[in-house]
């Protein structure tokens, strides 16, 4: 899994960018679904999420929190990563280079470095992750909690873009 990821973001660039559009109520949801499918888009690239249809978590709209902890994991495990890099380049510098005597002490830099640096990428990581992402979805979510509709579009961005067209000259769906 890790692979493809990997691959996907390195060497398989693939363009895919991701749109919502916050509707009043279900009727006006499933006007303008229909309006794009009947202008030929796809519904492999479109869905409504609200109280009887797709659910948010179903369409990959976390919550705030779930958002915070994978960030933090992730920045953790980065920064614990490059902080045991450090340390370890430190104490083949000091012992190495500079002469320093190989002791525990000395050879206990690189846990802690890892240690360190971990902590603050996890602190990192919680921050960026609640405050950017995580922000963004518990928007959405309280569009979900007033019982509004969203029309979430996924595609390449010519497809978003023309979709943004359909909708903005129907003047039913323009004041999204």
């Known amino acids: 899994m890790i692979v493809s990821r990997l691959l996907r973001k390195t060497l398989l660039p693939y363009h895919s960018h991701l749109t919502v559009v916050v509707l009043p109520d279900e009727t006006t949801a499933f006007e303008a679904y229909r309006l794009l499918q009947v202008h030929g888009i796809s519904p492999e690239h479109l869905a409504i999420v609200g109280e009887g249809y797709s659910s948010p978590d179903l369409v990959g709209l976390l919550q705030p929190m779930q958002i915070a902890v994978r960030k933090a994991r992730e920045l953790s495990f980065l920064a614990g990563t490059l902080g045991s890099i450090a340390g370890l380049t430190s104490v083949v510098v000091l012992a190495a280079g500079l002469g320093f005597p190989l ?48 029309l979430m579009m996924e595609g390449p961005e010519k497809l978003i873009d023309w979709a943004h067209e359909i909708l903005s000259n129907t003047s039913h769906f323009s004041g999204r």
């Open 103 to 150: 002791t525990s002490t000395l050879v206990l830099l690189i846990p802690a470095g890892g240690i360190v640096a971990g902590f603050w990428g996890a602190v990192l990581g919680a921050l960026i992750g609640f405050f950017g992402e995580g922000s963004t979805s518990g928007v959405y979510r309280h569009y979900l909690r007033q019982g509004r509709y969203l």
